[in-house]
């Protein structure tokens, strides 16, 4: 359940511009001290005993990068994006210049124009660079010049564009004991928009022949009709023991009768299917009978695992029900999964445990953060195997990565109750007692406007609308605000974590929806259409396509109306003050807040559409994670602003950036070649947070005779 804000940001007020920290929100304040952390643990479900490795584990580069290397999305398969390379350094940093520009020429043509997304965050490994296009196009570049080495387009159509055209990555796999002249002895593996695995062999692009039919696995396979757009792949598989696994984004908001969520392995040297886990029918250990499907409209996982290699786990961070905003006829077990961290054993594709942070999810607060594994310090001076999991409502928890049980106390605070659903909905919510990216409830004073007609018109809005806190429950007579938006909290740009420093670094977005949920009858008479009908949710109250604008939600009693990054109409200006997203510095030992800055510039934004050029640092809405170096440095794009920039980690000051050609919505790495650091970023942009489409991946370093 890919999702994004609507964007617009700007400035007019310094004085606006510094976001009072609040580091202690009600649900840390609040948390009772003498919870321990079994106590703490909420709805864990049955959490079994650990079991020992079935597997005799075979590391991949992905477990244990050189140090040169990104060898995984997160940069190794526990997905820390810290570096251990520390020549470029705060001292330096402002001297880097561009080393190379690389140009995919994957750009959007007809049927693609304003669905373009590419998202491509590259893995490094040797003197290679892997990456995909939006498109799904597979390329190798060599990492000390950028230049093409081979690509293979697998010929995806643009009509299996769900939302956005969209390959955050691929998958590096080196099969065990094969001969170094073996074809595919090394692979690179990616899901595409039109539901395949596709493996190639990592010299030379050609396809992987014993793998599934001729180097494909159809992931259609099981799913029932194909709609095309329905169901698709934006994010790489994880591989753990020899078992890949993918889940697939569905689109949000069609139908109760959406694709399974279910989630699939597959042997990485043969793709054969190894297993599969539906939640909706756990006997069910391979593909369904003739006639049948995965159960349909279970929670789904379309952002990225990750995975401990020795415990032969992979966490899934889940999404919620296929009808996002309304929960009447979902099942006991997607109640039970919905909006929850579940680690999988790896050789069974059986769930080991799972810790879910929404209760009765009807916010799509979906899981969009791949979490981190960190040996978490304790007092004693000794160390807790642990995995980090953000959220978008903002609360992070510190799980003990075995047993999912809380390090760190977790309240069941009262949740409001209302709507449509007062029978259905949770009386209570978990809240960290870690640490929260969350801010204060909203208050009509905090609406905004560029000239005081907008704040009125605002305050007015806010005056009308439902409004009980961070969980609001979805009404139908009036609007609902939802605050923070879909988008986060953290979603899957991800955090960084310096375990050796002690810190996380993690950027989020702090504005709300203006939400409604629309009566059937309304819903028919404004022709909302599902995906398999050929509905393109453009009929809608709010100013454009954004995801949940229009939804039909067949086989509810309601569609839902989004005004994502709730904006005033006319100006377009967004209803509460800036800033609008943010990135924050957190003690690893303590959750303390140990910094927090607004994140990106009013440079590309402004009323109307208009950017202003101006150069305060504001806070935009931003999609894209951040990466830590070793000399302490933090590299981020992610915001509207259009630049990439270099943060020092001990204080949060920028002390560098440069413009990009697109927008910077992707995850940027860092790695040596030749004994010279770069830094890489795919400036792709992003349609729905309206930064200039791009096919660029720009690498940066320091000047060759700094060397």
Same mark, same amino acid.
Request: glycine content about 10%.
């Given at each position: 359940?890919f999702?994004s804000?609507?964007?617009?940001?700007?400035?007019?007020?310094?004085?606006?511009?510094?976001?009072?920290?609040?580091?202690?929100t009600?649900?840390?304040?609040?948390?009772?001290?003498?919870?321990?952390?079994?106590?703490?643990?909420?709805?864990?479900?049955?959490?079994?005993?650990?079991q020992?490795?079935?597997?005799?584990?075979?590391?991949?580069p992905?477990?244990?990068p050189?140090?040169?290397?990104?060898?995984?999305?997160?940069?190794?398969?526990?997905?820390?994006?810290?570096?251990?390379?520390? $020549?470029?350094t705060? #001292?330096?940093?402002?001297?880097l210049?561009?080393?190379?520009?690389?140009?995919?020429?994957?750009?959007?043509?007809?049927?693609?124009?304003?669905?373009?997304?590419?998202?491509?965050?590259?893995?490094?490994?040797?003197?290679?660079?892997?990456?995909?296009?939006?498109?799904n196009?597979?390329?190798?570049?060599?990492?000390?010049t950028?230049?093409?080495?081979?690509?293979h387009?697998?010929?995806?159509?643009?009509?299996?564009?769900?939302?956005?055209?969209?390959?955050?990555?691929?998958?590096y796999?080196?099969?065990?004991d094969?001969?170094?002249?073996?074809?595919?002895?090394?692979?690179?593996?990616?899901?595409?928009?039109?539901?395949?695995?596709?493996?190639?062999?990592?010299?030379?692009?050609?396809?992987?022949?014993?793998?599934?039919?001729?180097?494909?696995?159809?992931?259609w396979?099981g799913?029932?009709?194909?709609?095309?757009?329905?169901y698709?792949?934006?994010?790489p598989?994880?591989?753990?023991?020899?078992?890949?696994?993918?889940?697939?984004?569905?689109?949000?908001?069609q139908?109760?009768?959406?694709?399974?969520?279910?989630?699939?392995?597959?042997?990485?040297?043969?793709? $054969?299917?190894?297993?599969?886990? #539906?939640?909706?029918?756990?006997?069910?250990?391979?593909?369904?009978?003739?006639?049948?499907?995965?159960?349909?409209?279970?929670?789904?996982?379309?952002?990225?695992?990750?995975?401990?290699?020795?415990?032969?786990?992979?966490?899934l961070?889940?999404?919620?029900s296929?009808?996002?905003?309304?929960?009447?006829?979902?099942?006991? $077990?997607?109640?039970?999964?919905?909006?929850?961290?579940?680690?999988?054993?790896?050789?069974?594709?059986?769930?080991?445990?799972?810790?879910?942070?929404?209760?009765?999810?009807?916010?799509?607060?979906?899981?969009?953060?791949?979490p981190?594994?960190?040996d978490?310090?304790? #007092?004693?001076?000794?160390?807790?195997?642990?995995?980090?999991?953000?959220?978008?409502?903002?609360?992070?928890?510190?799980?003990?990565?075995?047993?999912?049980?809380?390090?760190?106390?977790?309240?069941?605070?009262e949740?409001?109750?209302?709507?449509?659903?007062?029978?259905?909905?949770s009386?209570?919510?978990?809240?960290?007692?870690y640490?929260?990216?969350?801010?204060?409830?909203?208050e009509?004073?905090?609406?905004?406007?560029?000239?005081?007609?907008?704040?009125?018109?605002?305050?007015?809005?806010?005056?009308?609308?439902?409004?009980?806190?961070?969980y609001?429950?979805?009404?139908?007579?009036?609007?609902?605000?939802?605050?923070?938006?879909?988008?986060?909290?953290?979603?899957?740009g991800?955090?960084?974590?310096?375990?050796?420093?002690?810190?996380?670094?993690?950027?989020?977005?702090?504005?709300?929806?203006?939400?409604?949920?629309?009566p059937? $009858?309304?819903?028919?008479?404004?022709?909302?259409?599902?995906?398999?009908?050929?509905?393109?949710?453009?009929?809608?109250?709010?100013?454009?396509?954004?995801e949940?604008?229009?939804?039909?939600?067949?086989?509810?009693?309601?569609?839902?109306?989004?005004?994502?990054?709730?904006?005033?109409?006319?100006?377009?200006?967004?209803?509460?003050?800036?800033?609008?997203g943010?990135?924050?510095?957190?003690?690893?030992?303590?959750?303390?807040?140990?910094w927090?800055?607004?994140?990106?510039?009013?440079?590309?934004?402004?009323?109307?559409?208009?950017?202003?050029?101006?150069?305060?640092?504001?806070?935009?809405?931003?999609?894209g994670?951040?990466?830590?170096?070793?000399?302490?440095?933090?590299?981020?794009a992610?915001?509207?602003?259009?630049l990439?920039?270099?943060?020092?980690t001990?204080?949060?000051?920028?002390l560098?950036?440069?413009?990009?050609?697109?927008?910077?919505?992707?995850?940027?790495?860092?790695?040596?070649?030749?004994?010279?650091?770069?830094?890489?970023?795919?400036?792709?942009?992003?349609?729905f947070?309206?930064?200039?489409?791009?096919?660029?991946?720009?690498?940066?370093?320091?000047?060759?005779?700094?060397?």
């Amino acid at each position: 359940m890919f999702t994004s804000p609507r964007v617009l940001a700007y400035v007019v007020s310094l004085s606006l511009a510094t976001h009072a920290v609040a580091q202690n929100t009600e649900g840390e304040t609040d948390a009772p001290e003498e919870l321990t952390s079994s106590e703490s643990q909420i709805d864990v479900g049955e959490s079994q005993a650990v079991q020992a490795p079935t597997f005799s584990a075979t590391p991949q580069p992905s477990d244990d990068p050189a140090p040169g290397d990104w060898a995984a999305w997160g940069r190794e398969s526990g997905a820390s994006r810290h570096s251990p390379l520390d $020549e470029i350094t705060p #001292d330096n940093v402002s001297q880097l210049e561009v080393a190379w520009t690389y140009r995919t020429g994957d750009m959007p043509e007809e049927d693609g124009q304003g669905k373009y997304a590419p998202e491509t965050t590259p893995l490094k490994v040797g003197d290679n660079l892997y990456l995909c296009s939006a498109m799904n196009v597979m390329i190798s570049l060599d990492a000390r010049t950028g230049e093409e080495q081979w690509r293979h387009d697998p010929q995806v159509d643009t009509g299996a564009i769900p939302y956005s055209a969209s390959c955050r990555g691929v998958t590096y796999y080196e099969v065990p004991d094969a001969d170094d002249d073996q074809a595919c002895a090394t692979r690179i593996i990616e899901g595409t928009l039109d539901a395949r695995l596709i493996a190639v062999d990592a010299q030379t692009g050609e396809l992987c022949q014993a793998f599934g039919d001729g180097g494909t696995v159809d992931l259609w396979a099981g799913i029932g009709e194909k709609v095309p757009g329905w169901y698709a792949v934006t994010a790489p598989p994880v591989v753990a023991q020899g078992v890949l696994v993918t889940g697939a984004q569905v689109k949000d908001g069609q139908a109760e009768d959406a694709p399974s969520g279910v989630i699939r392995g597959y042997d990485a040297v043969t793709g $054969e299917l190894e297993w599969a886990w #539906d939640m909706g029918n756990p006997n069910l250990d391979g593909l369904p009978p003739d006639g049948e499907t995965y159960t349909r409209g279970t929670p789904n996982m379309w952002t990225t695992a990750s995975s401990d290699e020795a415990l032969g786990y992979v966490y899934l961070p889940m999404g919620n029900s296929s009808v996002d905003y309304w929960g009447g006829n979902r099942s006991e $077990e997607e109640h039970e999964f919905s909006t929850s961290l579940v680690a999988i054993d790896v050789n069974t594709g059986d769930p080991v445990w799972h810790f879910q942070t929404v209760h009765y999810d009807v916010w799509d607060y979906d899981l969009g953060s791949q979490p981190t594994l960190v040996d978490f310090p304790q #007092d004693d001076g000794s160390t807790v195997p642990a995995i980090i999991l953000p959220s978008k409502q903002g609360d992070i928890y510190v799980l003990n990565r075995e047993t999912g049980e809380s390090l760190f106390p977790v309240e069941e605070v009262e949740a409001p109750t209302g709507g449509v659903e007062p029978d259905n909905l949770s009386p209570t919510q978990p809240s960290s007692g870690y640490h929260s990216l969350a801010f204060p409830n909203l208050e009509e004073k905090d609406m905004w406007g560029m000239t005081p007609i907008d704040q009125l018109w605002c305050r007015i809005q806010f005056r009308r609308a439902s409004y009980k806190g961070m969980y609001t429950p979805p009404t139908v007579g009036q609007r609902f605000i939802q605050y923070p938006g879909y988008n986060g909290g953290n979603d899957w740009g991800s955090a960084a974590v310096d375990a050796e420093r002690g810190i996380i670094i993690a950027n989020y977005n702090d504005i709300p929806n203006y939400n409604r949920l629309i009566p059937r $009858e309304e819903a028919e008479e404004r022709n909302l259409q599902p995906i398999y009908a050929g509905g393109d949710n453009t009929d809608s109250e709010s100013d454009g396509p954004a995801e949940g604008a229009g939804d039909p939600q067949v086989g509810a009693p309601y569609a839902i109306d989004v005004n994502a990054g709730w904006r005033a109409p006319v100006t377009g200006m967004p209803c509460t003050a800036p800033p609008y997203g943010g990135i924050r510095a957190i003690d690893l030992a303590s959750g303390e807040t140990l910094w927090d800055e607004p994140l990106g510039t009013a440079r590309k934004n402004g009323p109307f559409g208009i950017p202003s050029y101006m150069p305060f640092k504001i806070g935009t809405p931003n999609n894209g994670g951040p990466l830590l170096t070793a000399s302490g440095l933090i590299f981020i794009a992610a915001a509207t602003d259009d630049l990439i920039r270099a943060i020092d980690t001990e204080t949060g000051e920028v002390l560098w950036d440069d413009v990009l050609p697109a927008g910077g919505q992707a995850n940027p790495i860092t790695y040596e070649a030749d004994g010279r650091q770069y830094v890489v970023i795919g400036a792709g942009g992003h349609h729905f947070m309206e930064t200039p489409i791009g096919d660029y991946v720009i690498a940066y370093a320091l000047p060759e005779d700094e060397n």
